[in-house]
């Protein structure tokens, strides 16, 4: 059995081989190569664009890929949404497609933009957009540069933004927001029927989430006296730390797995109810 993987080909090409790797899978792309060698002998890698991923999943001329939510609702397919894994380009975040328009525009909503032309890579999701909003405008394709077009050229677009600094550059503003988009891991029906494609498809899934679950962690370690076991058990944000007792002496060990953004808070308190040896570890992979 060999599983038809498709990587996305383009701003999620680096980033998705990246987690691959993490996960224990060594891809390697070489220059003009579409067909990435992989160390695993079940697994046949394709670089495919993520705009056309889920068409080419749903045709099943591959198994299985990596795509996002907006592709798939733009290419209207039926595939089987298999795992959300929550990271873009640049960061472990959801993205969006906004409707935006320019800073001194009138425009406030989806409604004043009856009749009006929208500049935008994704037709049918825009379309679906101001269909759901009782709205007809004419939805024209854009092949780039989209933020340049208003107002000469459109009335208003509906763009991909991770942080919204391009639109700020261009003197846009986003009015509402169209779709919030996640990377998914999609495959299709026949293929997640085969008994032993499944079961891969779940392997590789559990060790990709796994990575993406650590991103936000860390592992703190800790030595504490028993006697401010119990106060010190209240601010780690961890509801079932390990605790185990040291060789020698009224103290104890803590293990415990917290998010990184605590820790600024979190270590000085474990001083003040006298903690020591305070060891904070990174975390590359959690399996729950």
């Known amino acids: 059995m060999v599983l ?8 999620l090409q680096e980033s998705t081989i990246k987690i691959f790797k993490e996960a224990g ?10 067909y990435p060698a992989v160390d695993d002998p079940e697994l ?3 670089l495919i664009r993520a705009q056309e991923m889920a068409r080419y999943v749903e045709g099943e001329q591959i ?4 795509t996002g939510l907006d592709w798939i609702k733009e290419n209207r397919s039926d595939v089987i949404e298999v795992a959300e894994l929550t ?3 640049q960061s472990f975040k959801p993205i969006r497609w906004v409707l935006a328009v320019k800073e001194d525009s009138p425009y406030t909503c989806a409604k004043d933009l009856e009749g009006k032309t929208i500049a935008t890579e994704v037709v049918n999701l825009t379309t679906d957009y101001f269909a759901s909003h009782g709205v007809k405008a004419n939805v024209e394709f854009s092949w780039g540069t989209t933020e340049v077009k208003v107002p000469e050229l459109a009335d208003a677009i509906v763009e991909i933004t ?3 600094s391009s639109l700020r550059a261009n003197d846009l503003k986003i ?3 169209v779709l919030v988009t996640t990377t998914r891991f999609i495959a299709n029906k026949k293929a997640y029927e085969d008994p032993e494609k499944r079961a891969k498809i779940d392997r590789v899934v559990m060790m990709l989430k796994s990575v993406i679950d650590a991103v936000p962690k860390v592992c703190i370690m800790l030595n504490a006296p028993e006697n401010e076991l119990d106060a010190i058990l209240k601010i780690i944000p961890n509801e079932n730390p390990t605790i185990s007792n040291l060789a020698k002496g009224d103290w104890v060990d803590i293990v415990a797995v ?14 003040e109810r006298g903690a020591k040896s305070i060891v904070e570890m990174p975390v590359s992979k959690i399996i729950e």
């Open 63 to 66: 198994d299985c890929g990596l």
């Open 175 to 177: 009015i509402d927001t």
């Open 44 to 46: 046949s890698c394709m």
């Open 4 to 11: 038809k993987l498709g990587i996305p080909k383009g701003s």
């Open 25 to 34: 899978y060594d891809i390697k792309v070489k220059d003009r190569n579409y």
């Open 87 to 89: 990271y873009a380009k």
């Open 162 to 164: 991770e942080t919204g």
């Open 258 to 271: 917290v998010d990184k953004g605590v820790l600024r808070d979190l270590i000085p308190q474990l001083k």
